[in-house]
């Protein structure tokens, strides 16, 4: 079946360093892959999304790249922020089958300033 | 353009008692879900429905049941509550792209539901 595995968190950071939460997946057919985040009290809401191999997706800084090989969808930022503390979930839906998203265990990231 | 909108915000209920979670989406998507979130669990998908009239169960289904009243509003009902359900809920839509690939889904704010 489809499941997804991301870092086991909390990961803390000091504003400024480099962030890396990593997301490996399995999947029947060809998968989509997304990165969403909920800050406090919120819902979620998508950061960033890649539909084929070799796709990056970006916004707010943040980027992952599709890779199949390693059947990977690592998230990545530069310089992060306090602003950027919430909890962080990837996600797989397979094309042209189910509809439903499955998701990672979600990470949570703390920045201190 | 409101989006996911649910009702209630807060909800607290006694063992065995009953309610419904309600959900609506603005966006005329075809597709909605209602999902768990529990501590360390991620989110599982207890319900969805693909269209209006359809309805599907997901990984956690037991103990709830769904109802799609129309392609805007999709409910959550708890018959018999019990402390186990005690969660956030989310409700959530998409709409279906190009060639069968589904467009991201849009999460509503959530229901804080205790049963004691």
């Known amino acids: 079946g489809n499941s997804v595995t991301q870092m086991e968190g909390p990961v803390t950071l000091s504003e400024e360093a480099f962030l890396t939460i990593n997301c490996t997946y399995t999947?029947?057919?060809?998968?989509?892959l997304f990165w969403y985040v909920q800050y406090p009290g919120e819902g979620l809401q998508l950061l960033l999304k890649?539909?084929?191999?070799?796709d990056k997706g970006s916004n707010k800084g943040f980027e992952a790249t599709y890779r199949k090989e390693t059947t990977s969808f690592h998230l990545e930022k530069g310089s992060v922020q306090v602003s950027d503390s919430a909890v962080y979930f990837c996600?797989?839906?397979?094309?042209?089958?189910?509809?439903?998203?499955?998701f990672g265990k979600g990470t949570k990231l703390t920045v201190n300033p | 353009n409101a989006g996911v909108t649910q009702t209630p915000k807060f909800q607290v209920l006694k063992t065995g008692q009953s309610m419904t979670l309600q959900c609506a989406q603005d966006?005329?998507?075809?597709?909605m879900y209602w999902y768990r979130q529990d501590p360390g669990m991620g989110l599982r998908l207890i319900y969805y429905?693909?269209?209006?009239?359809?309805?599907d169960k997901g990984e956690v289904p037991n103990g709830y049941n769904v109802s799609r009243l129309n392609k805007r509003e999709f409910s959550l009902r708890l018959e018999s509550a019990a402390p186990s359900q005690t969660s956030v809920y989310f409700c959530?839509?998409?709409?279906?792209?190009?060639?069968?690939?589904?467009?991201?889904?849009?999460f509503g704010p959530g229901t804080r539901l205790t049963v004691l």
């Open positions: 996600a797989l839906t397979t094309q042209g089958g189910s509809e439903k998203l499955v």
């Open positions: 999947a029947t057919g060809y998968p989509s």
């Open positions: 890649a539909t084929k191999a070799d």
């Open positions: 959530a839509s998409s709409s279906k792209g190009l060639a069968g690939v589904y467009n991201e889904q849009f």
């Open positions: 966006m005329n998507h075809n597709s």
């Open positions: 429905s693909a269209s209006e009239g359809t309805t």
